[in-house]
């Protein structure tokens, strides 16, 4: 079955750190870059990071909001994708999901979708 | 950034009805290939989203045919055409043209009336 992982939730004081993983399986993890989303409670999708397929050069992308205390790293040998998480604070508190991204069929080489979701894992941050 | 924006937020639709949800973008989507990179997914209650159509109309493998997007430039639209009991949920625009960041709408609930 073609899926993904999420595990590594937790809850969590504020100030510390939080390691998330996310794995794959049924396709060849490589192949794709990684992202993840966040969804804070009652609250619409946030993308947060992303990094590209090593064939792509492997680079990383940040939103504004998490630039400088979060962190994404992957692992193809184990297909498996990780969001670091520093000085987590409050506003983190949410369920954070991973995401495939490819390139679609007939699309730029340069432009991903995201087609495969994870069932996501929730960090709650709180003293 | 590309601002989203949704319309309705709320979406009552009676079963068998059809229903559309519209979706703008703050700048166009086209990109310099030609093509316009909008999706749309849905949130059912207590899962995580799933993608149902990518740039702008093309269904994602075992989407239901009753759903369709259309839509150009900065203008997007999903139709449902007959609601079913199973398509309660959040739907939500998202554009990959114009990144980072990907951007989303604030999303579109579904209920049965």
């Known amino acids: 079955e073609v899926q993904l992982v999420e595990s590594g939730g937790d809850l969590i004081q504020p100030g510390r750190s939080l390691r998330l993983s996310c794995t794959g399986s049924?396709?060849?993890?490589?192949?794709?870059?990684v992202s993840w989303f966040r969804q804070a409670p009652g609250k619409g999708l946030e993308w947060l990071i992303f990094?590209?397929?090593?064939?792509?050069?492997?680079?990383?992308e940040y939103a504004a909001s998490v630039r400088g205390r979060f962190s994404i790293s992957r692992d193809d040998s184990k297909s498996t994708g990780y969001l670091r998480m520093n000085g987590l604070q409050t506003e983190d508190t949410a369920v954070y999901y991973c995401?495939?991204?490819?390139?679609?069929?007939?699309?730029?080489?340069?432009?991903?979708?995201?087609?495969?979701w994870g069932q996501g894992t929730q960090v709650t941050v709180s003293s | 950034d590309v601002v989203m924006t949704q319309s309705p937020l709320s979406l009552p639709v009676t079963l068998g009805q059809p229903a559309s949800i519209s979706c703008w973008s703050s700048?166009?989507?086209?990109?310099?290939?030609?093509?316009?990179?909008l999706s749309w997914f849905q949130q059912r209650p207590g899962q995580s989203p799933r993608r149902l159509i990518y740039?702008?109309?093309n269904r994602d493998f075992g989407v239901p045919d009753r759903f369709s997007g259309s839509g150009s430039g900065t203008d997007f639209t999903l139709t449902i055409s007959r609601v079913e009991a199973e398509d309660v949920g959040i739907y939500y625009c998202?554009?990959?043209?114009?990144?980072?960041?990907?951007?989303f709408g604030q999303g579109t609930k579904v209920e049965i009336k």
């Open positions: 700048q166009s989507l086209v990109y310099s290939d030609g093509n316009t990179y």
């Open positions: 998202m554009q990959a043209t114009h990144w980072p960041p990907w951007t």
């Open positions: 740039k702008v109309s």
């Open positions: 049924g396709f060849n993890f490589g192949d794709y870059g």
């Open positions: 995401a495939r991204g490819h390139v679609a069929v007939g699309g730029a080489p340069g432009i991903y979708s995201f087609d495969l």
């Open positions: 990094i590209r397929p090593k064939a792509h050069g492997g680079a990383v």
